[in-house]
């Protein structure tokens, strides 16, 4: 199954989202996280990948295009933590083919859960990885700008709900963002400066925070079935 996560704006927390997503997926079975906006090692304190994976990253298996061979995404596989494995964007540049995109969203779909890091740009080859997705879900600050962004965006339509990435003292609430994109809100994450120290620190996959473990397991839990539709 294929849970694809995207933003409408950068630096909404839509990276950090995907892998707490992942860590509490590869707590109960087997899961992988694909990375599209190549943040993920970081994120996760592993060294640099580029001598482990040369030319075998994800932009070289989208650059491949159709032919690509799914063995491919075995083969560039690096492990985070037991159950977890992260297939890294690598060296090469972004292609740009949504046709490429969606051929990888459906060769992800497969193999228990993928949490696929869409990220923030209007990569096409992202977009058409989240057409394809069994669920598409849009990672949001619920913040004026980023709704405007988001309501004229592609990847709305293919989406099935919101995650909202919270800060302290917003004027709009979930409520708002839900009527504003016609979406349910399906997950809640908090801003806070203890999850930003561990993400700036590199310890994440070691040490995830209650405030990141707890809404990203609610919402593994809402995905009611392997299709990726939500608990009613
Ligand atoms: N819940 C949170 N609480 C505090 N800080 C956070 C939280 N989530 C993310 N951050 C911080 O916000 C910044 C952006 O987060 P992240 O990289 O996940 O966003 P993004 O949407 O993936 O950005 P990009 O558009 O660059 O891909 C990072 O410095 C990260 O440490
Ligand atoms: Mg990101």
């Given at each position: 199954m294929l849970l694809a996560l ?11 989202v995907a892998a707490s997503i992942a860590l509490?997926a590869a707590?109960?079975?087997?899961a992988r996280l694909a990375d ?48 977890l ?23 992800l779909?497969?193999?228990?859960l993928t949490v696929l890091d ?102 593994l ?12």
């Amino acid at each position: 199954m294929l849970l694809a996560l995207w933003s409408p704006k950068g630096g909404s927390g839509t990276s950090v989202v995907a892998a707490s997503i992942a860590l509490v997926a590869a707590g109960r079975a087997e899961a992988r996280l694909a990375d599209l906006g190549g943040d993920q090692p970081a994120i996760l304190g592993l060294p640099p990948l580029s001598t482990a994976v040369p030319g075998r990253g994800l932009s070289a298996w989208l650059a491949a295009g159709a032919s690509a061979p799914t063995e491919w995404l075995d083969a560039m596989a690096v492990p985070v933590v037991p159950r977890l494995s992260l297939l890294p964007l690598g060296d090469d540049a972004p292609p740009g083919a949504p046709e490429a995109g969606a051929a990888l969203g459906v060769a992800l779909r497969d193999n228990g859960l993928t949490v696929l890091d869409a990220g923030a740009g209007p990569s096409p080859a992202a977009r058409g990885a989240v057409e394809v997705a069994d669920t598409a879900l849009m990672v949001i600050r619920p913040c004026y700008l980023a709704l405007r962004r988001a309501v004229v965006d592609p990847r709305l339509g293919p989406s099935s709900g919101a995650i909202l990435v919270e800060e302290p003292g917003r004027a709009l609430d979930a409520s708002d963002v839900a009527a504003v994109l016609g979406l349910p809100v399906v997950g809640r994450f908090p801003v806070r400066a203890d999850v930003a120290r561990v993400v700036d620190a590199g310890v994440l996959r070691d040490r995830l925070p209650a405030p990141l473990a707890s809404p990203a397991a609610l919402l593994l839990d809402g995905l009611a079935d392997a299709r990726g539709r939500w608990a009613a």
